[in-house]
Every structure is written in structure tokens, then in C-alpha cells.
């Protein structure tokens, strides 16, 4: 027999992710909730409490969103409770993500720190050509030298 690989608590953390998704987007009727993602749910072991982590497209909206999913967690509730048997309903507590806003950034940095380093990369091959031509110059300048001095000796 294959090892379960989640407990039940991360399944019921799976099943409220996934109906609480659309029972935002077909079932709240609430103008305030806009473009909103669940991205993830944690429930305790004794599935009293769940924590909600939901992003929003708009940054914009994000005042009136927190207090449109706090005035609604009762009703979403209900809901989640009609749709999904347990023995009790955990008590939601939404919660705004910043891990893809943290993301971005730390991209963001990334990508500066990239764009300087091939800035820098280019600006050292620019003087290393100059510093090659000039080096090439001051060979070919010692070796005229060189040869006048031979030619000076006989």
C-alpha cells in the first residue's frame, strides 16, 4: 500500500482553497471584491481556525478588499459548509500575500544587479580593447626601437 504523501488536514486545506475560489467568483455578490487569488489556506489539526492567504489584481483595491472578505468570512462560511462535510467549519482569517509582491521585487533586483554587472562587463572590455591597441602600440614602438638600436650597433 502506497504512503499517503498529505495528511487530511492539507487535503481539507486543498478542498477550502478550491471552493472558496469559486464561491468568490460566482457566489459574492460584494462590489468590493474584485480580482481576488487564493493562493494558499492553512488550517490547524483541529480545524478550528483557517488562515486564508489571498492576493488582488489591483493594488489599488486592496483597502476595500480586506474589509469586503472580513464582512463576508461569515457567509463564505456558510457556504464552505454546505459544500464541504466536516464535523465543524474552521473560523476563516484572511490574510494578504506579499510573497509575489516580494517576488517581484527580488526580481527586479535581480535583474538590476544583472544589467550593471554586463554594464560593467562591457565597460571593462571597452577599456581592455583601448588598453589592447595601446599595449599593441607600445609593442610595435619597442620593437622599432629595438630594431634601430641593432641597426645603430653595426
Known sequence: M????????????????????????????????????????????????????????????????????ADAAGYLRAELGKRISLFSMPQLHFVYDESIERGVYMTRLIDEVVQAGDKAAADDQGSANVDESEVDGAAADDAESAASESEDKE
Do not use: C
Not at 468568490?24 to 474584485?34: E, H, I, N, S, T
Not at 489556506?41 to 492576493?55: F, L
Open 2 to 69: 502506497a504512503k499517503k504523501n498529505f495528511s487530511r488536514s492539507d487535503r481539507v486545506a486543498d478542498q477550502i482553497q478550491r471552493e472558496l475560489a469559486e464561491i468568490l467568483q460566482k457566489g459574492l455578490k460584494d462590489p468590493r471584491v474584485g480580482w481576488v487569488t487564493i493562493t494558499a489556506v492553512e488550517v490547524t489539526r483541529d480545524y478550528s481556525h483557517a488562515k486564508i492567504y489571498y492576493t488582488v489584481m489591483v493594488d489599488s483595491t486592496r483597502e476595500a478588499t480586506v474589509e469586503a472578505l
